[in-house]
């Protein structure tokens, strides 16, 4: 993978590039990922391809400020790649867990681009009234911002959400963890406020699926209790026939070596 830069107001964009061929993939990692957990792709096997992978707000090597990440934004960065590699002005979106949020906000901006969309364990298909009080109000991000400044009341929150059935076990500890440090709460504030406006509506996205007729593949895996395959079927019955829906013998991860020749099919 070649690293690269691009400067976008006081923003310095980190991503990289690797494969030659003439189709077009933008990819978007997951939460505490990078570009790097694209590498896997880095083979004849997608040769067809040439892939950009692109480090999120406070990932990787971005060093991103103050501005919030929108969905025009997020569309000026590829417009700007697109021009400073000279490619194709045309592409296909590929994003995994948090970067299928990104990924599925940068389609609805610009559907008229985008060729295909695979989206693997995509966070941001969750519909339930407080997920989305506290990813996006102002009174939700008050919240977090004091929870995570206070760790022992953070985690009696987490305990409490359990409790009630809003997250699970899983969650639960993962997000424990990030509290738990100074550094990874001051972190997920961060990030989670950078990037609270890429939040695309489930109703217009099966919407527009429809009317651009985009091919979407979309994978879960079957002991994946991050994002559970089950928040999908609201999107999935938006937009069909047009989502191509799998389920894999996996957890959350899915970019891994073992993957490889399903990962292959998904660009055919």
């Not at 990787?60 to 700007?80: A, E, F, H, V, Y």
């Not at 985690?155 to 359990?162: D, E, H, V, W």
């Not at 609270?196 to 209790?225: C, N, T, W």
Request: aromatic share 12%.
């Amino acid at each position: 993978m070649l690293k690269n830069t691009l400067q976008y107001e006081n923003a310095t964009i980190s991503y990289g590039r690797f494969g030659s061929g003439n189709a077009t993939c933008f990819c978007f990692h997951g939460y505490s990922n990078d570009s790097s957990i694209f590498e896997i792709l880095d083979c004849n096997l997608f040769s067809s391809y040439t892939f950009i992978a692109i480090d999120l707000p406070y990932h990787g090597d971005t060093k991103w400020s103050r501005i919030l990440l929108t969905p025009k934004i997020l569309n000026d960065i590829i417009l700007l790649i697109i021009q400073k590699e000279e490619l194709p002005k045309t592409f296909s979106l590929l994003g995994f867990s948090l970067g299928g949020r990104v990924a599925m906000s940068a389609f609805l901006f610009a559907p008229q681009l985008v060729e295909k969309m695979i989206l693997l364990a995509p966070d941001g298909l969750y519909r339930g009234f407080w997920y989305k009080a506290a990813l996006q109000t102002k009174l939700g991000n008050k919240l977090m911002a004091y929870f995570l400044n206070r760790t022992e009341k953070a985690i009696r929150g987490l305990r409490l959400c359990k409790r009630i059935g809003l997250i699970n076990n899983r969650v639960f500890l993962n997000a424990q963890g990030f509290v738990s440090s100074k550094r990874e709460s001051t972190l997920l504030y961060a990030r989670w406020i950078s990037m609270r406006k890429l939040h695309p509506s489930l109703k217009i996205l099966g919407e527009k699926i429809k009317e651009y007729q985009l091919p979407v593949k979309m994978v879960f895996g079957k002991a994946d209790h991050i994002t559970p395959a089950h928040n999908a079927m609201y999107l999935i019955d938006c937009a069909k026939p047009f989502i191509d829906f799998e389920q894999w013998n996996a957890g959350h991860m899915l970019l891994r070596e073992k993957y490889i020749e399903q990962l292959e099919a998904l660009f055919k």
